[in-house]
């Protein structure tokens, strides 16, 4: 009883200090956000009104909802102003040629420190966090694991997992005789991705299709978890990190999953230390292809001074896991999605597919399919995981900007349309991009380091069921966007239930001759 009362007391003082502070940053920010609305450069900008005080307009921003933003671009151009946290004035930068000098300079402009807060709190100190001189420290060691000749080596790694969730998919449908089956798939393509970044990435079974249970998979879910709760303490630990060291059920959570991540990573780190000193010198051939085995050899072939630290190569374990499953699930799920509402589109992709006479392509396959890649690109386009991002100039800066050009596309641009691919106007080398024209992987300096294997990993996932199966979609259905790490599908009235994307599925059946 007494133990009871202690920890009660405790969680009721801890409550009591995090109102307190959170109400004195209110009046603080209040009273400086004032201040800095009438001063900004900003406040000459056109842009749409604040919905909240709180907010501006950083709720609506956060739906990623295409309309709106489109709505947004038609009335006030590619730059305008928004309103963000407490009224502060930000710059919403759609221009091209401001694009190619912010992705370009990233020692000018920098993750402002609420974002760096919050990713560091996910994965440490890795490429996602960390900036300048220590970002091209770590990206020139991890660089190896990511070249072409590496990623080819893990494509079939891809198409086993791929060919997993078909199967698993194909006896469900089987066993159908009432027509197509409706599968949530965002959830079981989010399993997908996790055994192949387990697997191509650390030479780590999740097995995650067929058992949930797996200890590492369960605290990177509860980890994810806590940042999908808007509260109080959720926004100010973002610019305030000490509040989450205060011992609310959110921090214990926090620390029980990132000690069970620590836990397992560095027993990984040992093992691919171990297997490079035993095997490197007898049989370099059998040494493993995973990312981080290769990691490891890059590593200790550095020289010391550019050696990554066990902590280092901790944060880029967890950085793999949180970008190489959340955003390649959530492009995949888009891509069906979009196939499920562009029935044309679905069957051309099919036909390419279905030429080639074999399940399991290589790299070269994948590559090779001009209409697959088209499709990646455009489900990028129009459903990108990560539809934006935030940089803040470390000294006053001229952004220079491009003279606004008409969109001569017309409606279609806001349509799935694979085909545009095939005669691109020369406009669009203008703009900076790592694949199909876009910022979906962001670009210059800071650009995704794995862009590569995440676009091969789409492509084995689409290849794998598209060939199989048929998709559509309830036409009385709205799916609606939820961005937390990715910008994920959810069904609108059912947000609660959080991402889900219900398709019907059925078994490709070739037309008759």
Not at 93 to 110: E, G, W, Y
Not at 127 to 145: S, Y
Not at 308 to 331: P, Q, S, Y
């Amino acid at each position: 009883m007494m133990l009871l009362r202690v920890t009660m007391a405790a969680s009721y003082t801890a409550t009591l200090w995090l109102s307190v502070l959170g109400l004195t940053y209110l009046l603080f920010k209040i009273l400086t956000t004032s201040y800095a609305k009438r001063t900004s450069a900003l406040r000459w900008l056109p842009g749409p009104k604040s919905t909240s005080f709180i907010l501006g307009n950083s709720g609506v921003i956060r739906t990623c909802t295409t309309d709106i933003l489109n709505e947004w671009l038609n009335a006030f151009g590619p730059t305008f102003s928004t309103t963000g946290f407490l009224q502060r004035k930000e710059l919403f930068v759609i221009d091209h040629k401001a694009l190619a000098f912010i992705c370009n300079q990233p020692l000018m402009f920098s993750k402002p420190p609420f974002l760096t807060n919050v990713a560091r709190s996910l994965v440490g100190d890795g490429l996602l966090t960390v900036e300048g001189l220590v970002h091209r420290k770590q990206r020139k060691v991890i660089n190896p694991a990511f070249s072409l000749a590496n990623i080819r080596e893990l494509v079939p790694i891809m198409n086993t997992h791929a060919q997993d969730l078909k199967k698993i998919w194909l006896e469900t449908v089987s066993k159908s005789t009432s027509g197509p089956v409706e599968i949530e798939v965002s959830e079981w393509l989010n399993r997908a991705a996790l055994n192949i970044i387990g697997d191509a990435g650390f030479g780590y079974q999740f097995n995650a299709l067929y058992d949930s249970s797996n200890e590492l998979a369960v605290a990177f879910h509860d980890l994810q978890s806590t940042f999908s709760m808007v509260d109080l303490q959720g926004v100010l630990t973002m610019f305030f990190p000490i509040l989450g060291k205060l011992p609310t059920a959110r921090s214990k959570l926090v620390a029980r999953s990132k000690a069970t991540m620590a836990r397992i990573g560095m027993r990984m780190i040992e093992n691919k230390k171990a297997e490079t000193e035993k095997l490197g010198e007898i049989d370099p051939g059998s040494l493993g292809k995973d990312l981080l085995s290769v990691l490891i050899r890059s590593n200790m072939n550095e020289n010391p001074a550019e050696k990554l630290d066990d902590e280092a190569v901790l944060a880029v374990i967890a950085t793999f896991i949180l970008g190489g499953h959340e955003t390649v699930a959530t492009a995949t799920s888009w891509g069906l999605y979009a196939l499920a509402k562009a029935p044309s589109v679905q069957s051309k992709l099919r036909a390419e597919l279905l030429a080639l006479p074999f399940d399991a392509p290589g790299m070269e396959e994948l590559n090779s399919l001009p209409y697959l890649d088209n499709v990646v690109k455009e489900v990028l386009r129009l459903h990108a995981p990560v539809p934006m991002t935030r940089r803040m100039p470390l000294q006053d800066t001229m952004i220079p900007l491009a003279i606004p050009v008409v969109n001569k596309e017309g409606q279609e641009v806001h349509e799935i349309f694979p085909e545009r691919y095939e005669n691109l106007p020369d406009a669009v080398s203008e703009v900076p991009s790592l694949y199909g024209g876009t910022l979906s992987f962001n670009a210059g300096g800071r650009g995704c380091i794995g862009w590569r294997m995440a676009v091969l990993e789409v492509k084995a996932l689409l290849f794998a069921l598209v060939r199989t199966f048929e998709f559509n979609i309830d036409p009385e259905l709205q799916i609606g966007v939820k961005a937390v790490l990715a910008a994920r599908p959810v069904v609108v009235g059912e947000e609660e239930k959080g991402p889900q994307l219900p398709l019907r599925v059925s078994l490709h059946r070739p037309l008759q001759t």
